[in-house]
């Protein structure tokens, strides 16, 4: 298998997706995937915005069952979770799981998207007394307690960056940002498969880099990490996207391979 040939974070309409399952496997056969990881949100008990309802999921187990047998010799559709740290969800119970951030808790105990929308960052950003690389070091410690829960995949290191294109919130390259970004990193070494390059901030429209930026992605590469391209996908069009330029993205941080996913679920590496 290639890298073109799998793709694992991707949303239906089950969770915030724009298009069925059918619909999603459908599109991976038309361009050639062997592999189509589904990754809805997990049920996630105070947040009803963007994730799988229990009754969705439940739908989506029993679709994802029925294209594999539909398919079955043409494509694999793994059965896998986007696992929130404060889902109600076990993570052992699925094929295989992304695993992410997407909240930061605030000095005042409040919970706060960091990836909804601007609101949600700003309050998020104003609980913590507008110190936005504060809010950053938050975020960083939730990554490195769903790295603790050992997912196959690490989902979009530094989503706390996708909203802060214009440096509004902190500042991307100061010390205390790097130095608390790194310590996530380095705190996730050994614990999880793979680090995903993600395309999905790319892809709409937030932000001209990839998760993560360079200067994790190096240094994963120092730690002895494996990095999987990944889109997260919310269309069937975009299953792929900017897989390519990813490639090269991981090339020029040092790497030579990259894991893919086999029908198993199982990592598997493949050359660049
Ligand atoms: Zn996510
Ligand atoms: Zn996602």
């Not at 109600?88 to 990836?115: F, I, L, M």
């Not at 999880?192 to 930026?213: D, S, W």
């Not at 897989?243 to 990592?267: I, M, P, S």
């Amino acid at each position: 298998m290639n890298f073109l040939e799998c793709t694992v974070h991707c949303h239906t309409d089950l969770c915030d997706g724009k298009n069925t399952p059918a619909e999603m496997a459908a599109a991976a056969v038309e361009k050639g995937i062997r592999v189509l990881g589904l990754s809805g949100h997990s049920h996630t008990p105070h947040d009803d915005s963007y994730c799988m309802t229990v009754e969705n999921t439940a739908a989506y187990r029993a679709e994802i069952a029925r294209l594999n047998r539909e398919y079955a010799g043409k494509l694999t559709v793994l059965c896998g979770l986007e696992w929130d740290q404060w889902s109600d969800e076990d993570p052992a119970h699925w094929d295989y799981v992304v695993g992410s951030a997407h909240y930061v808790t605030g000095p005042s105990g409040v919970r706060h998207s960091v990836d909804h929308n601007m609101e949600t960052l700003q309050s998020a950003f104003e609980d913590f007394g507008g110190d936005g690389l504060a809010m950053a070091e938050a975020y960083y410690d939730a990554v490195a307690e769903v790295a603790e829960k050992r997912p196959t995949v690490l989902g979009h290191f530094d989503l706390v960056k996708k909203l802060n294109g214009d440096g509004r919130f902190f500042d991307e390259s100061h010390p205390r940002y790097r130095a608390a970004a790194l310590a996530a990193l380095e705190a996730a070494a050994g614990k999880v498969q793979a680090l995903e390059i993600n395309t999905g901030g790319v892809a709409r429209g937030y932000r001209e880099e990839f998760y993560p930026a360079p200067f994790l992605l190096k240094r994963w590469k120092e730690l002895g990490g494996r990095v999987i391209i990944t889109a997260d996908a919310h269309t069937a069009d975009g299953l792929l996207f900017g897989f390519e330029d990813a490639a090269d993205y991981a090339r020029a941080a040092g790497f030579t391979e990259a894991a893919v996913l086999n029908a198993a679920g199982k990592v598997e590496t493949c050359a660049l």
